[in-house]
T-cell receptor, first 110, second 113 residues
Framework: RKEVEQDPGPFNVPEGATVAFNCTYSNSASQSFFWYRQDCRKEPKLLMSVYSSGNEDGRFTAQLNRASQYISLLIRDSKLSDSATYLCVVRGTGRRALTFGSGTRLQVQP | EADIYQTPRYLVIGTGKKITLECSQTMGHDKMYWYQQDPGMELHLIHYSYGVNSTEKGDLSSESTVSRIRTEHFPLTLESARPSHTSQYLC????????????FGQGTRLTVV
């Protein structure tokens, strides 16, 4: 089983749609959680951190459920510019660096 | 914008050559990482550094080696490149292990022919 698992995608949605991505992680000792965005042939960039209480940044809402080891990202009012791959990222303890999910590709269509 | 730089951006090289991929950051970060990513696939950690003179291998076995003689510099070396090394190599850095993000360089796209 992979340490971080995501919806396989791709998600093809019209502009203005609301889309939700899910992610589960296997290491219950994981300490921090992030959503990164990666455009085609580019480096990943932080979209938002995920806090236990849930957090919102404009059209983006992230939630964490530690009991279920589940993370979600909700995008409201999708824009064409939201088209990218969204990576669920988990940081453990000790020597472990960031562990990336395989990503979910989003294509927003006009 | 993150102050982390990788050179070269693209490299095409013949089998058996020795190569070094450069990574430098000006943010004073102690933690630096190398990830490998094949097209359309996930990132895999291949090397990790806590700080100067501290390096560890990551989750994905790699024939590459790294060094960390200076805080700002974390080069990756392949002694003898092979076609199986063709991939994108991404360098990243962070302030600490905990709740801070990692910043990525733009990557080096390596092709071994």
């Amino acid at each position: 089983r992979k340490e971080v698992e995501q919806d396989p995608g791709p998600f093809n949605v019209p502009e203005g749609a609301t889309v939700a991505f899910n992610c589960t992680y296997s290491n219950s000792a994981s300490q921090s959680f992030f959503w990164y965005r990666q455009d085609c042939r580019k480096e990943p960039k932080l979209l938002m951190s995920v806090y236990s209480s849930g957090n919102e940044d404009g059209r983006f809402t992230a939630q964490l459920n530690r009991a279920s080891q589940y993370i979600s990202l909700l995008i409201r009012d999708s824009k064409l510019s939201d088209s990218a791959t969204y990576l669920c990222v988990v940081r453990g303890t000790g020597r472990r660096a960031l562990t990336f999910g395989s990503g979910t590709r989003l294509q927003v269509q006009p | 914008e993150a102050d982390i730089y990788q050179t070269p951006r693209y490299l095409v090289i013949g089998t058996g050559k020795k190569i070094t991929l450069e990574c430098s950051q000006t943010m004073g970060h102690d933690k630096m990482y190398w990830y490998q990513q094949d097209p359309g696939m996930e990132l895999h950690l291949i090397h990790y550094s806590y700080g100067v003179n501290s390096t560890e291998k990551g989750d994905l076995s790699s024939e590459s080696t790294v060094s960390r003689i200076r805080t700002e510099h974390f080069p990756l070396t392949l002694e003898s490149a092979r076609p199986s090394h063709t991939s994108q190599y991404l360098c990243a850095s962070s302030v600490d292990d905990m709740n801070t993000e990692a910043f990525f360089g733009q990557g080096t796209r390596l092709t071994v022919v």
